[in-house]
């Protein structure tokens, strides 16, 4: 028998449901929403030596704006494939802005001195953030593809599937490319069907569709927005890896890194690869 029938005031399950879930939400404190507890246990040093908890708070604090950076990549990527330009904008400062943030990140590290380094670094194994699969990640997103690194991770299949699928997609400035001939600008068809797991060389029909945008502004208002926002994005990159760099010169040298990478010497040829270099080169020709 049906107890609303009979004028019951005994609640219902729907009721009990929405006030059970309502009470959680009450009850949720600062630190149940962002999970602190497992965030502020992740620092586990593997050293007594004080310098040890600033290593790993660096490194972890840039995996997370990493994350957030491929959010926005990835959001913007959707945005631009769909002929919506504006969106991506918003997206595009985000990044910018982040990157500033992990610039500024090795201004801290630099505090760490050779001497203190030198104490904990061996219990660091063969880790490196060479071995950073977002940074791979945001690189192939940015058009830095380089097949070799893969190798790194044929020992975690998820990883290894996640960077290859990466690796043979279309990067951001390929569709701000595919974009431009959306809009009849004339591209070479060899940039619009690729094997996107290349890394991009700069082309002469990329480059004279960019000039035709810079040339004409009004037109063309929002294309040219896409890639001043792009210049950004790829300014701050070349940023970052300086600063990177020079941190890392300035803490070990010469030495080769912990991951049996080359270390400096690695990080140096990383600053001859420029990120959609005909959005620099058509500078000198207008």
Request: aromatic share 10%.
């Amino acid at each position: 028998m049906n107890p609303h029938q009979h004028g019951s005031n005994e609640p219902d399950k729907f009721s009990l449901e929405k006030e059970i879930h309502t009470d959680f939400q009450k009850e949720m404190t600062y630190g149940d929403y962002l999970h602190l507890d497992k965030i502020l246990a992740s620092q586990k040093p593997l050293s007594t030596h004080h310098d040890e908890m600033l290593f790993i708070i660096i490194h972890q604090v840039s995996e997370l704006w990493m994350k957030q950076i491929l959010h926005e990549l990835a959001a913007a990527m959707e945005c631009i494939t769909n002929h919506e330009l504006e969106p991506a904008f918003k997206m595009f400062s985000r990044v910018s802005r982040i990157q500033h943030q992990l610039i500024k990140s090795w201004d801290v590290l630099s505090t760490l001195t050779p001497a203190d380094y030198l104490q904990f670094r061996d219990k660091l194994g063969h880790s490196s953030g060479f071995q950073s699969y977002q940074n791979r990640l945001i690189e192939f997103a940015l058009g830095y593809k380089n097949a070799h690194v893969l190798a790194v991770y044929e020992h975690q299949p998820n990883l290894h599937g996640q960077l290859s699928k990466a690796l043979h997609a279309p990067s951001i400035y390929d569709a701000a490319i595919k974009e431009m001939a959306a809009r009849g600008l004339p591209i070479d068809p060899a940039c619009l069907e690729r094997d996107w797991s290349q890394p991009y060389q700069a082309n002469e029909s990329v480059e004279q569709a960019w000039l035709t945008v810079y040339r004409n502004v009004n037109q063309y208002w929002d294309l040219y927005e896409l890639a001043e926002k792009l210049v950004d994005i790829a300014s701050q990159q070349q940023q970052w890896r300086f600063n990177h760099m020079t941190t890392v010169e300035r803490i070990i040298g010469q030495k080769p890194g912990t991951g049996g990478s080359s270390g400096v010497t690695y990080l140096r040829r990383t600053l001859d690869h420029r990120f959609f270099p005909e959005l620099w080169s058509l500078r000198t020709h207008l």
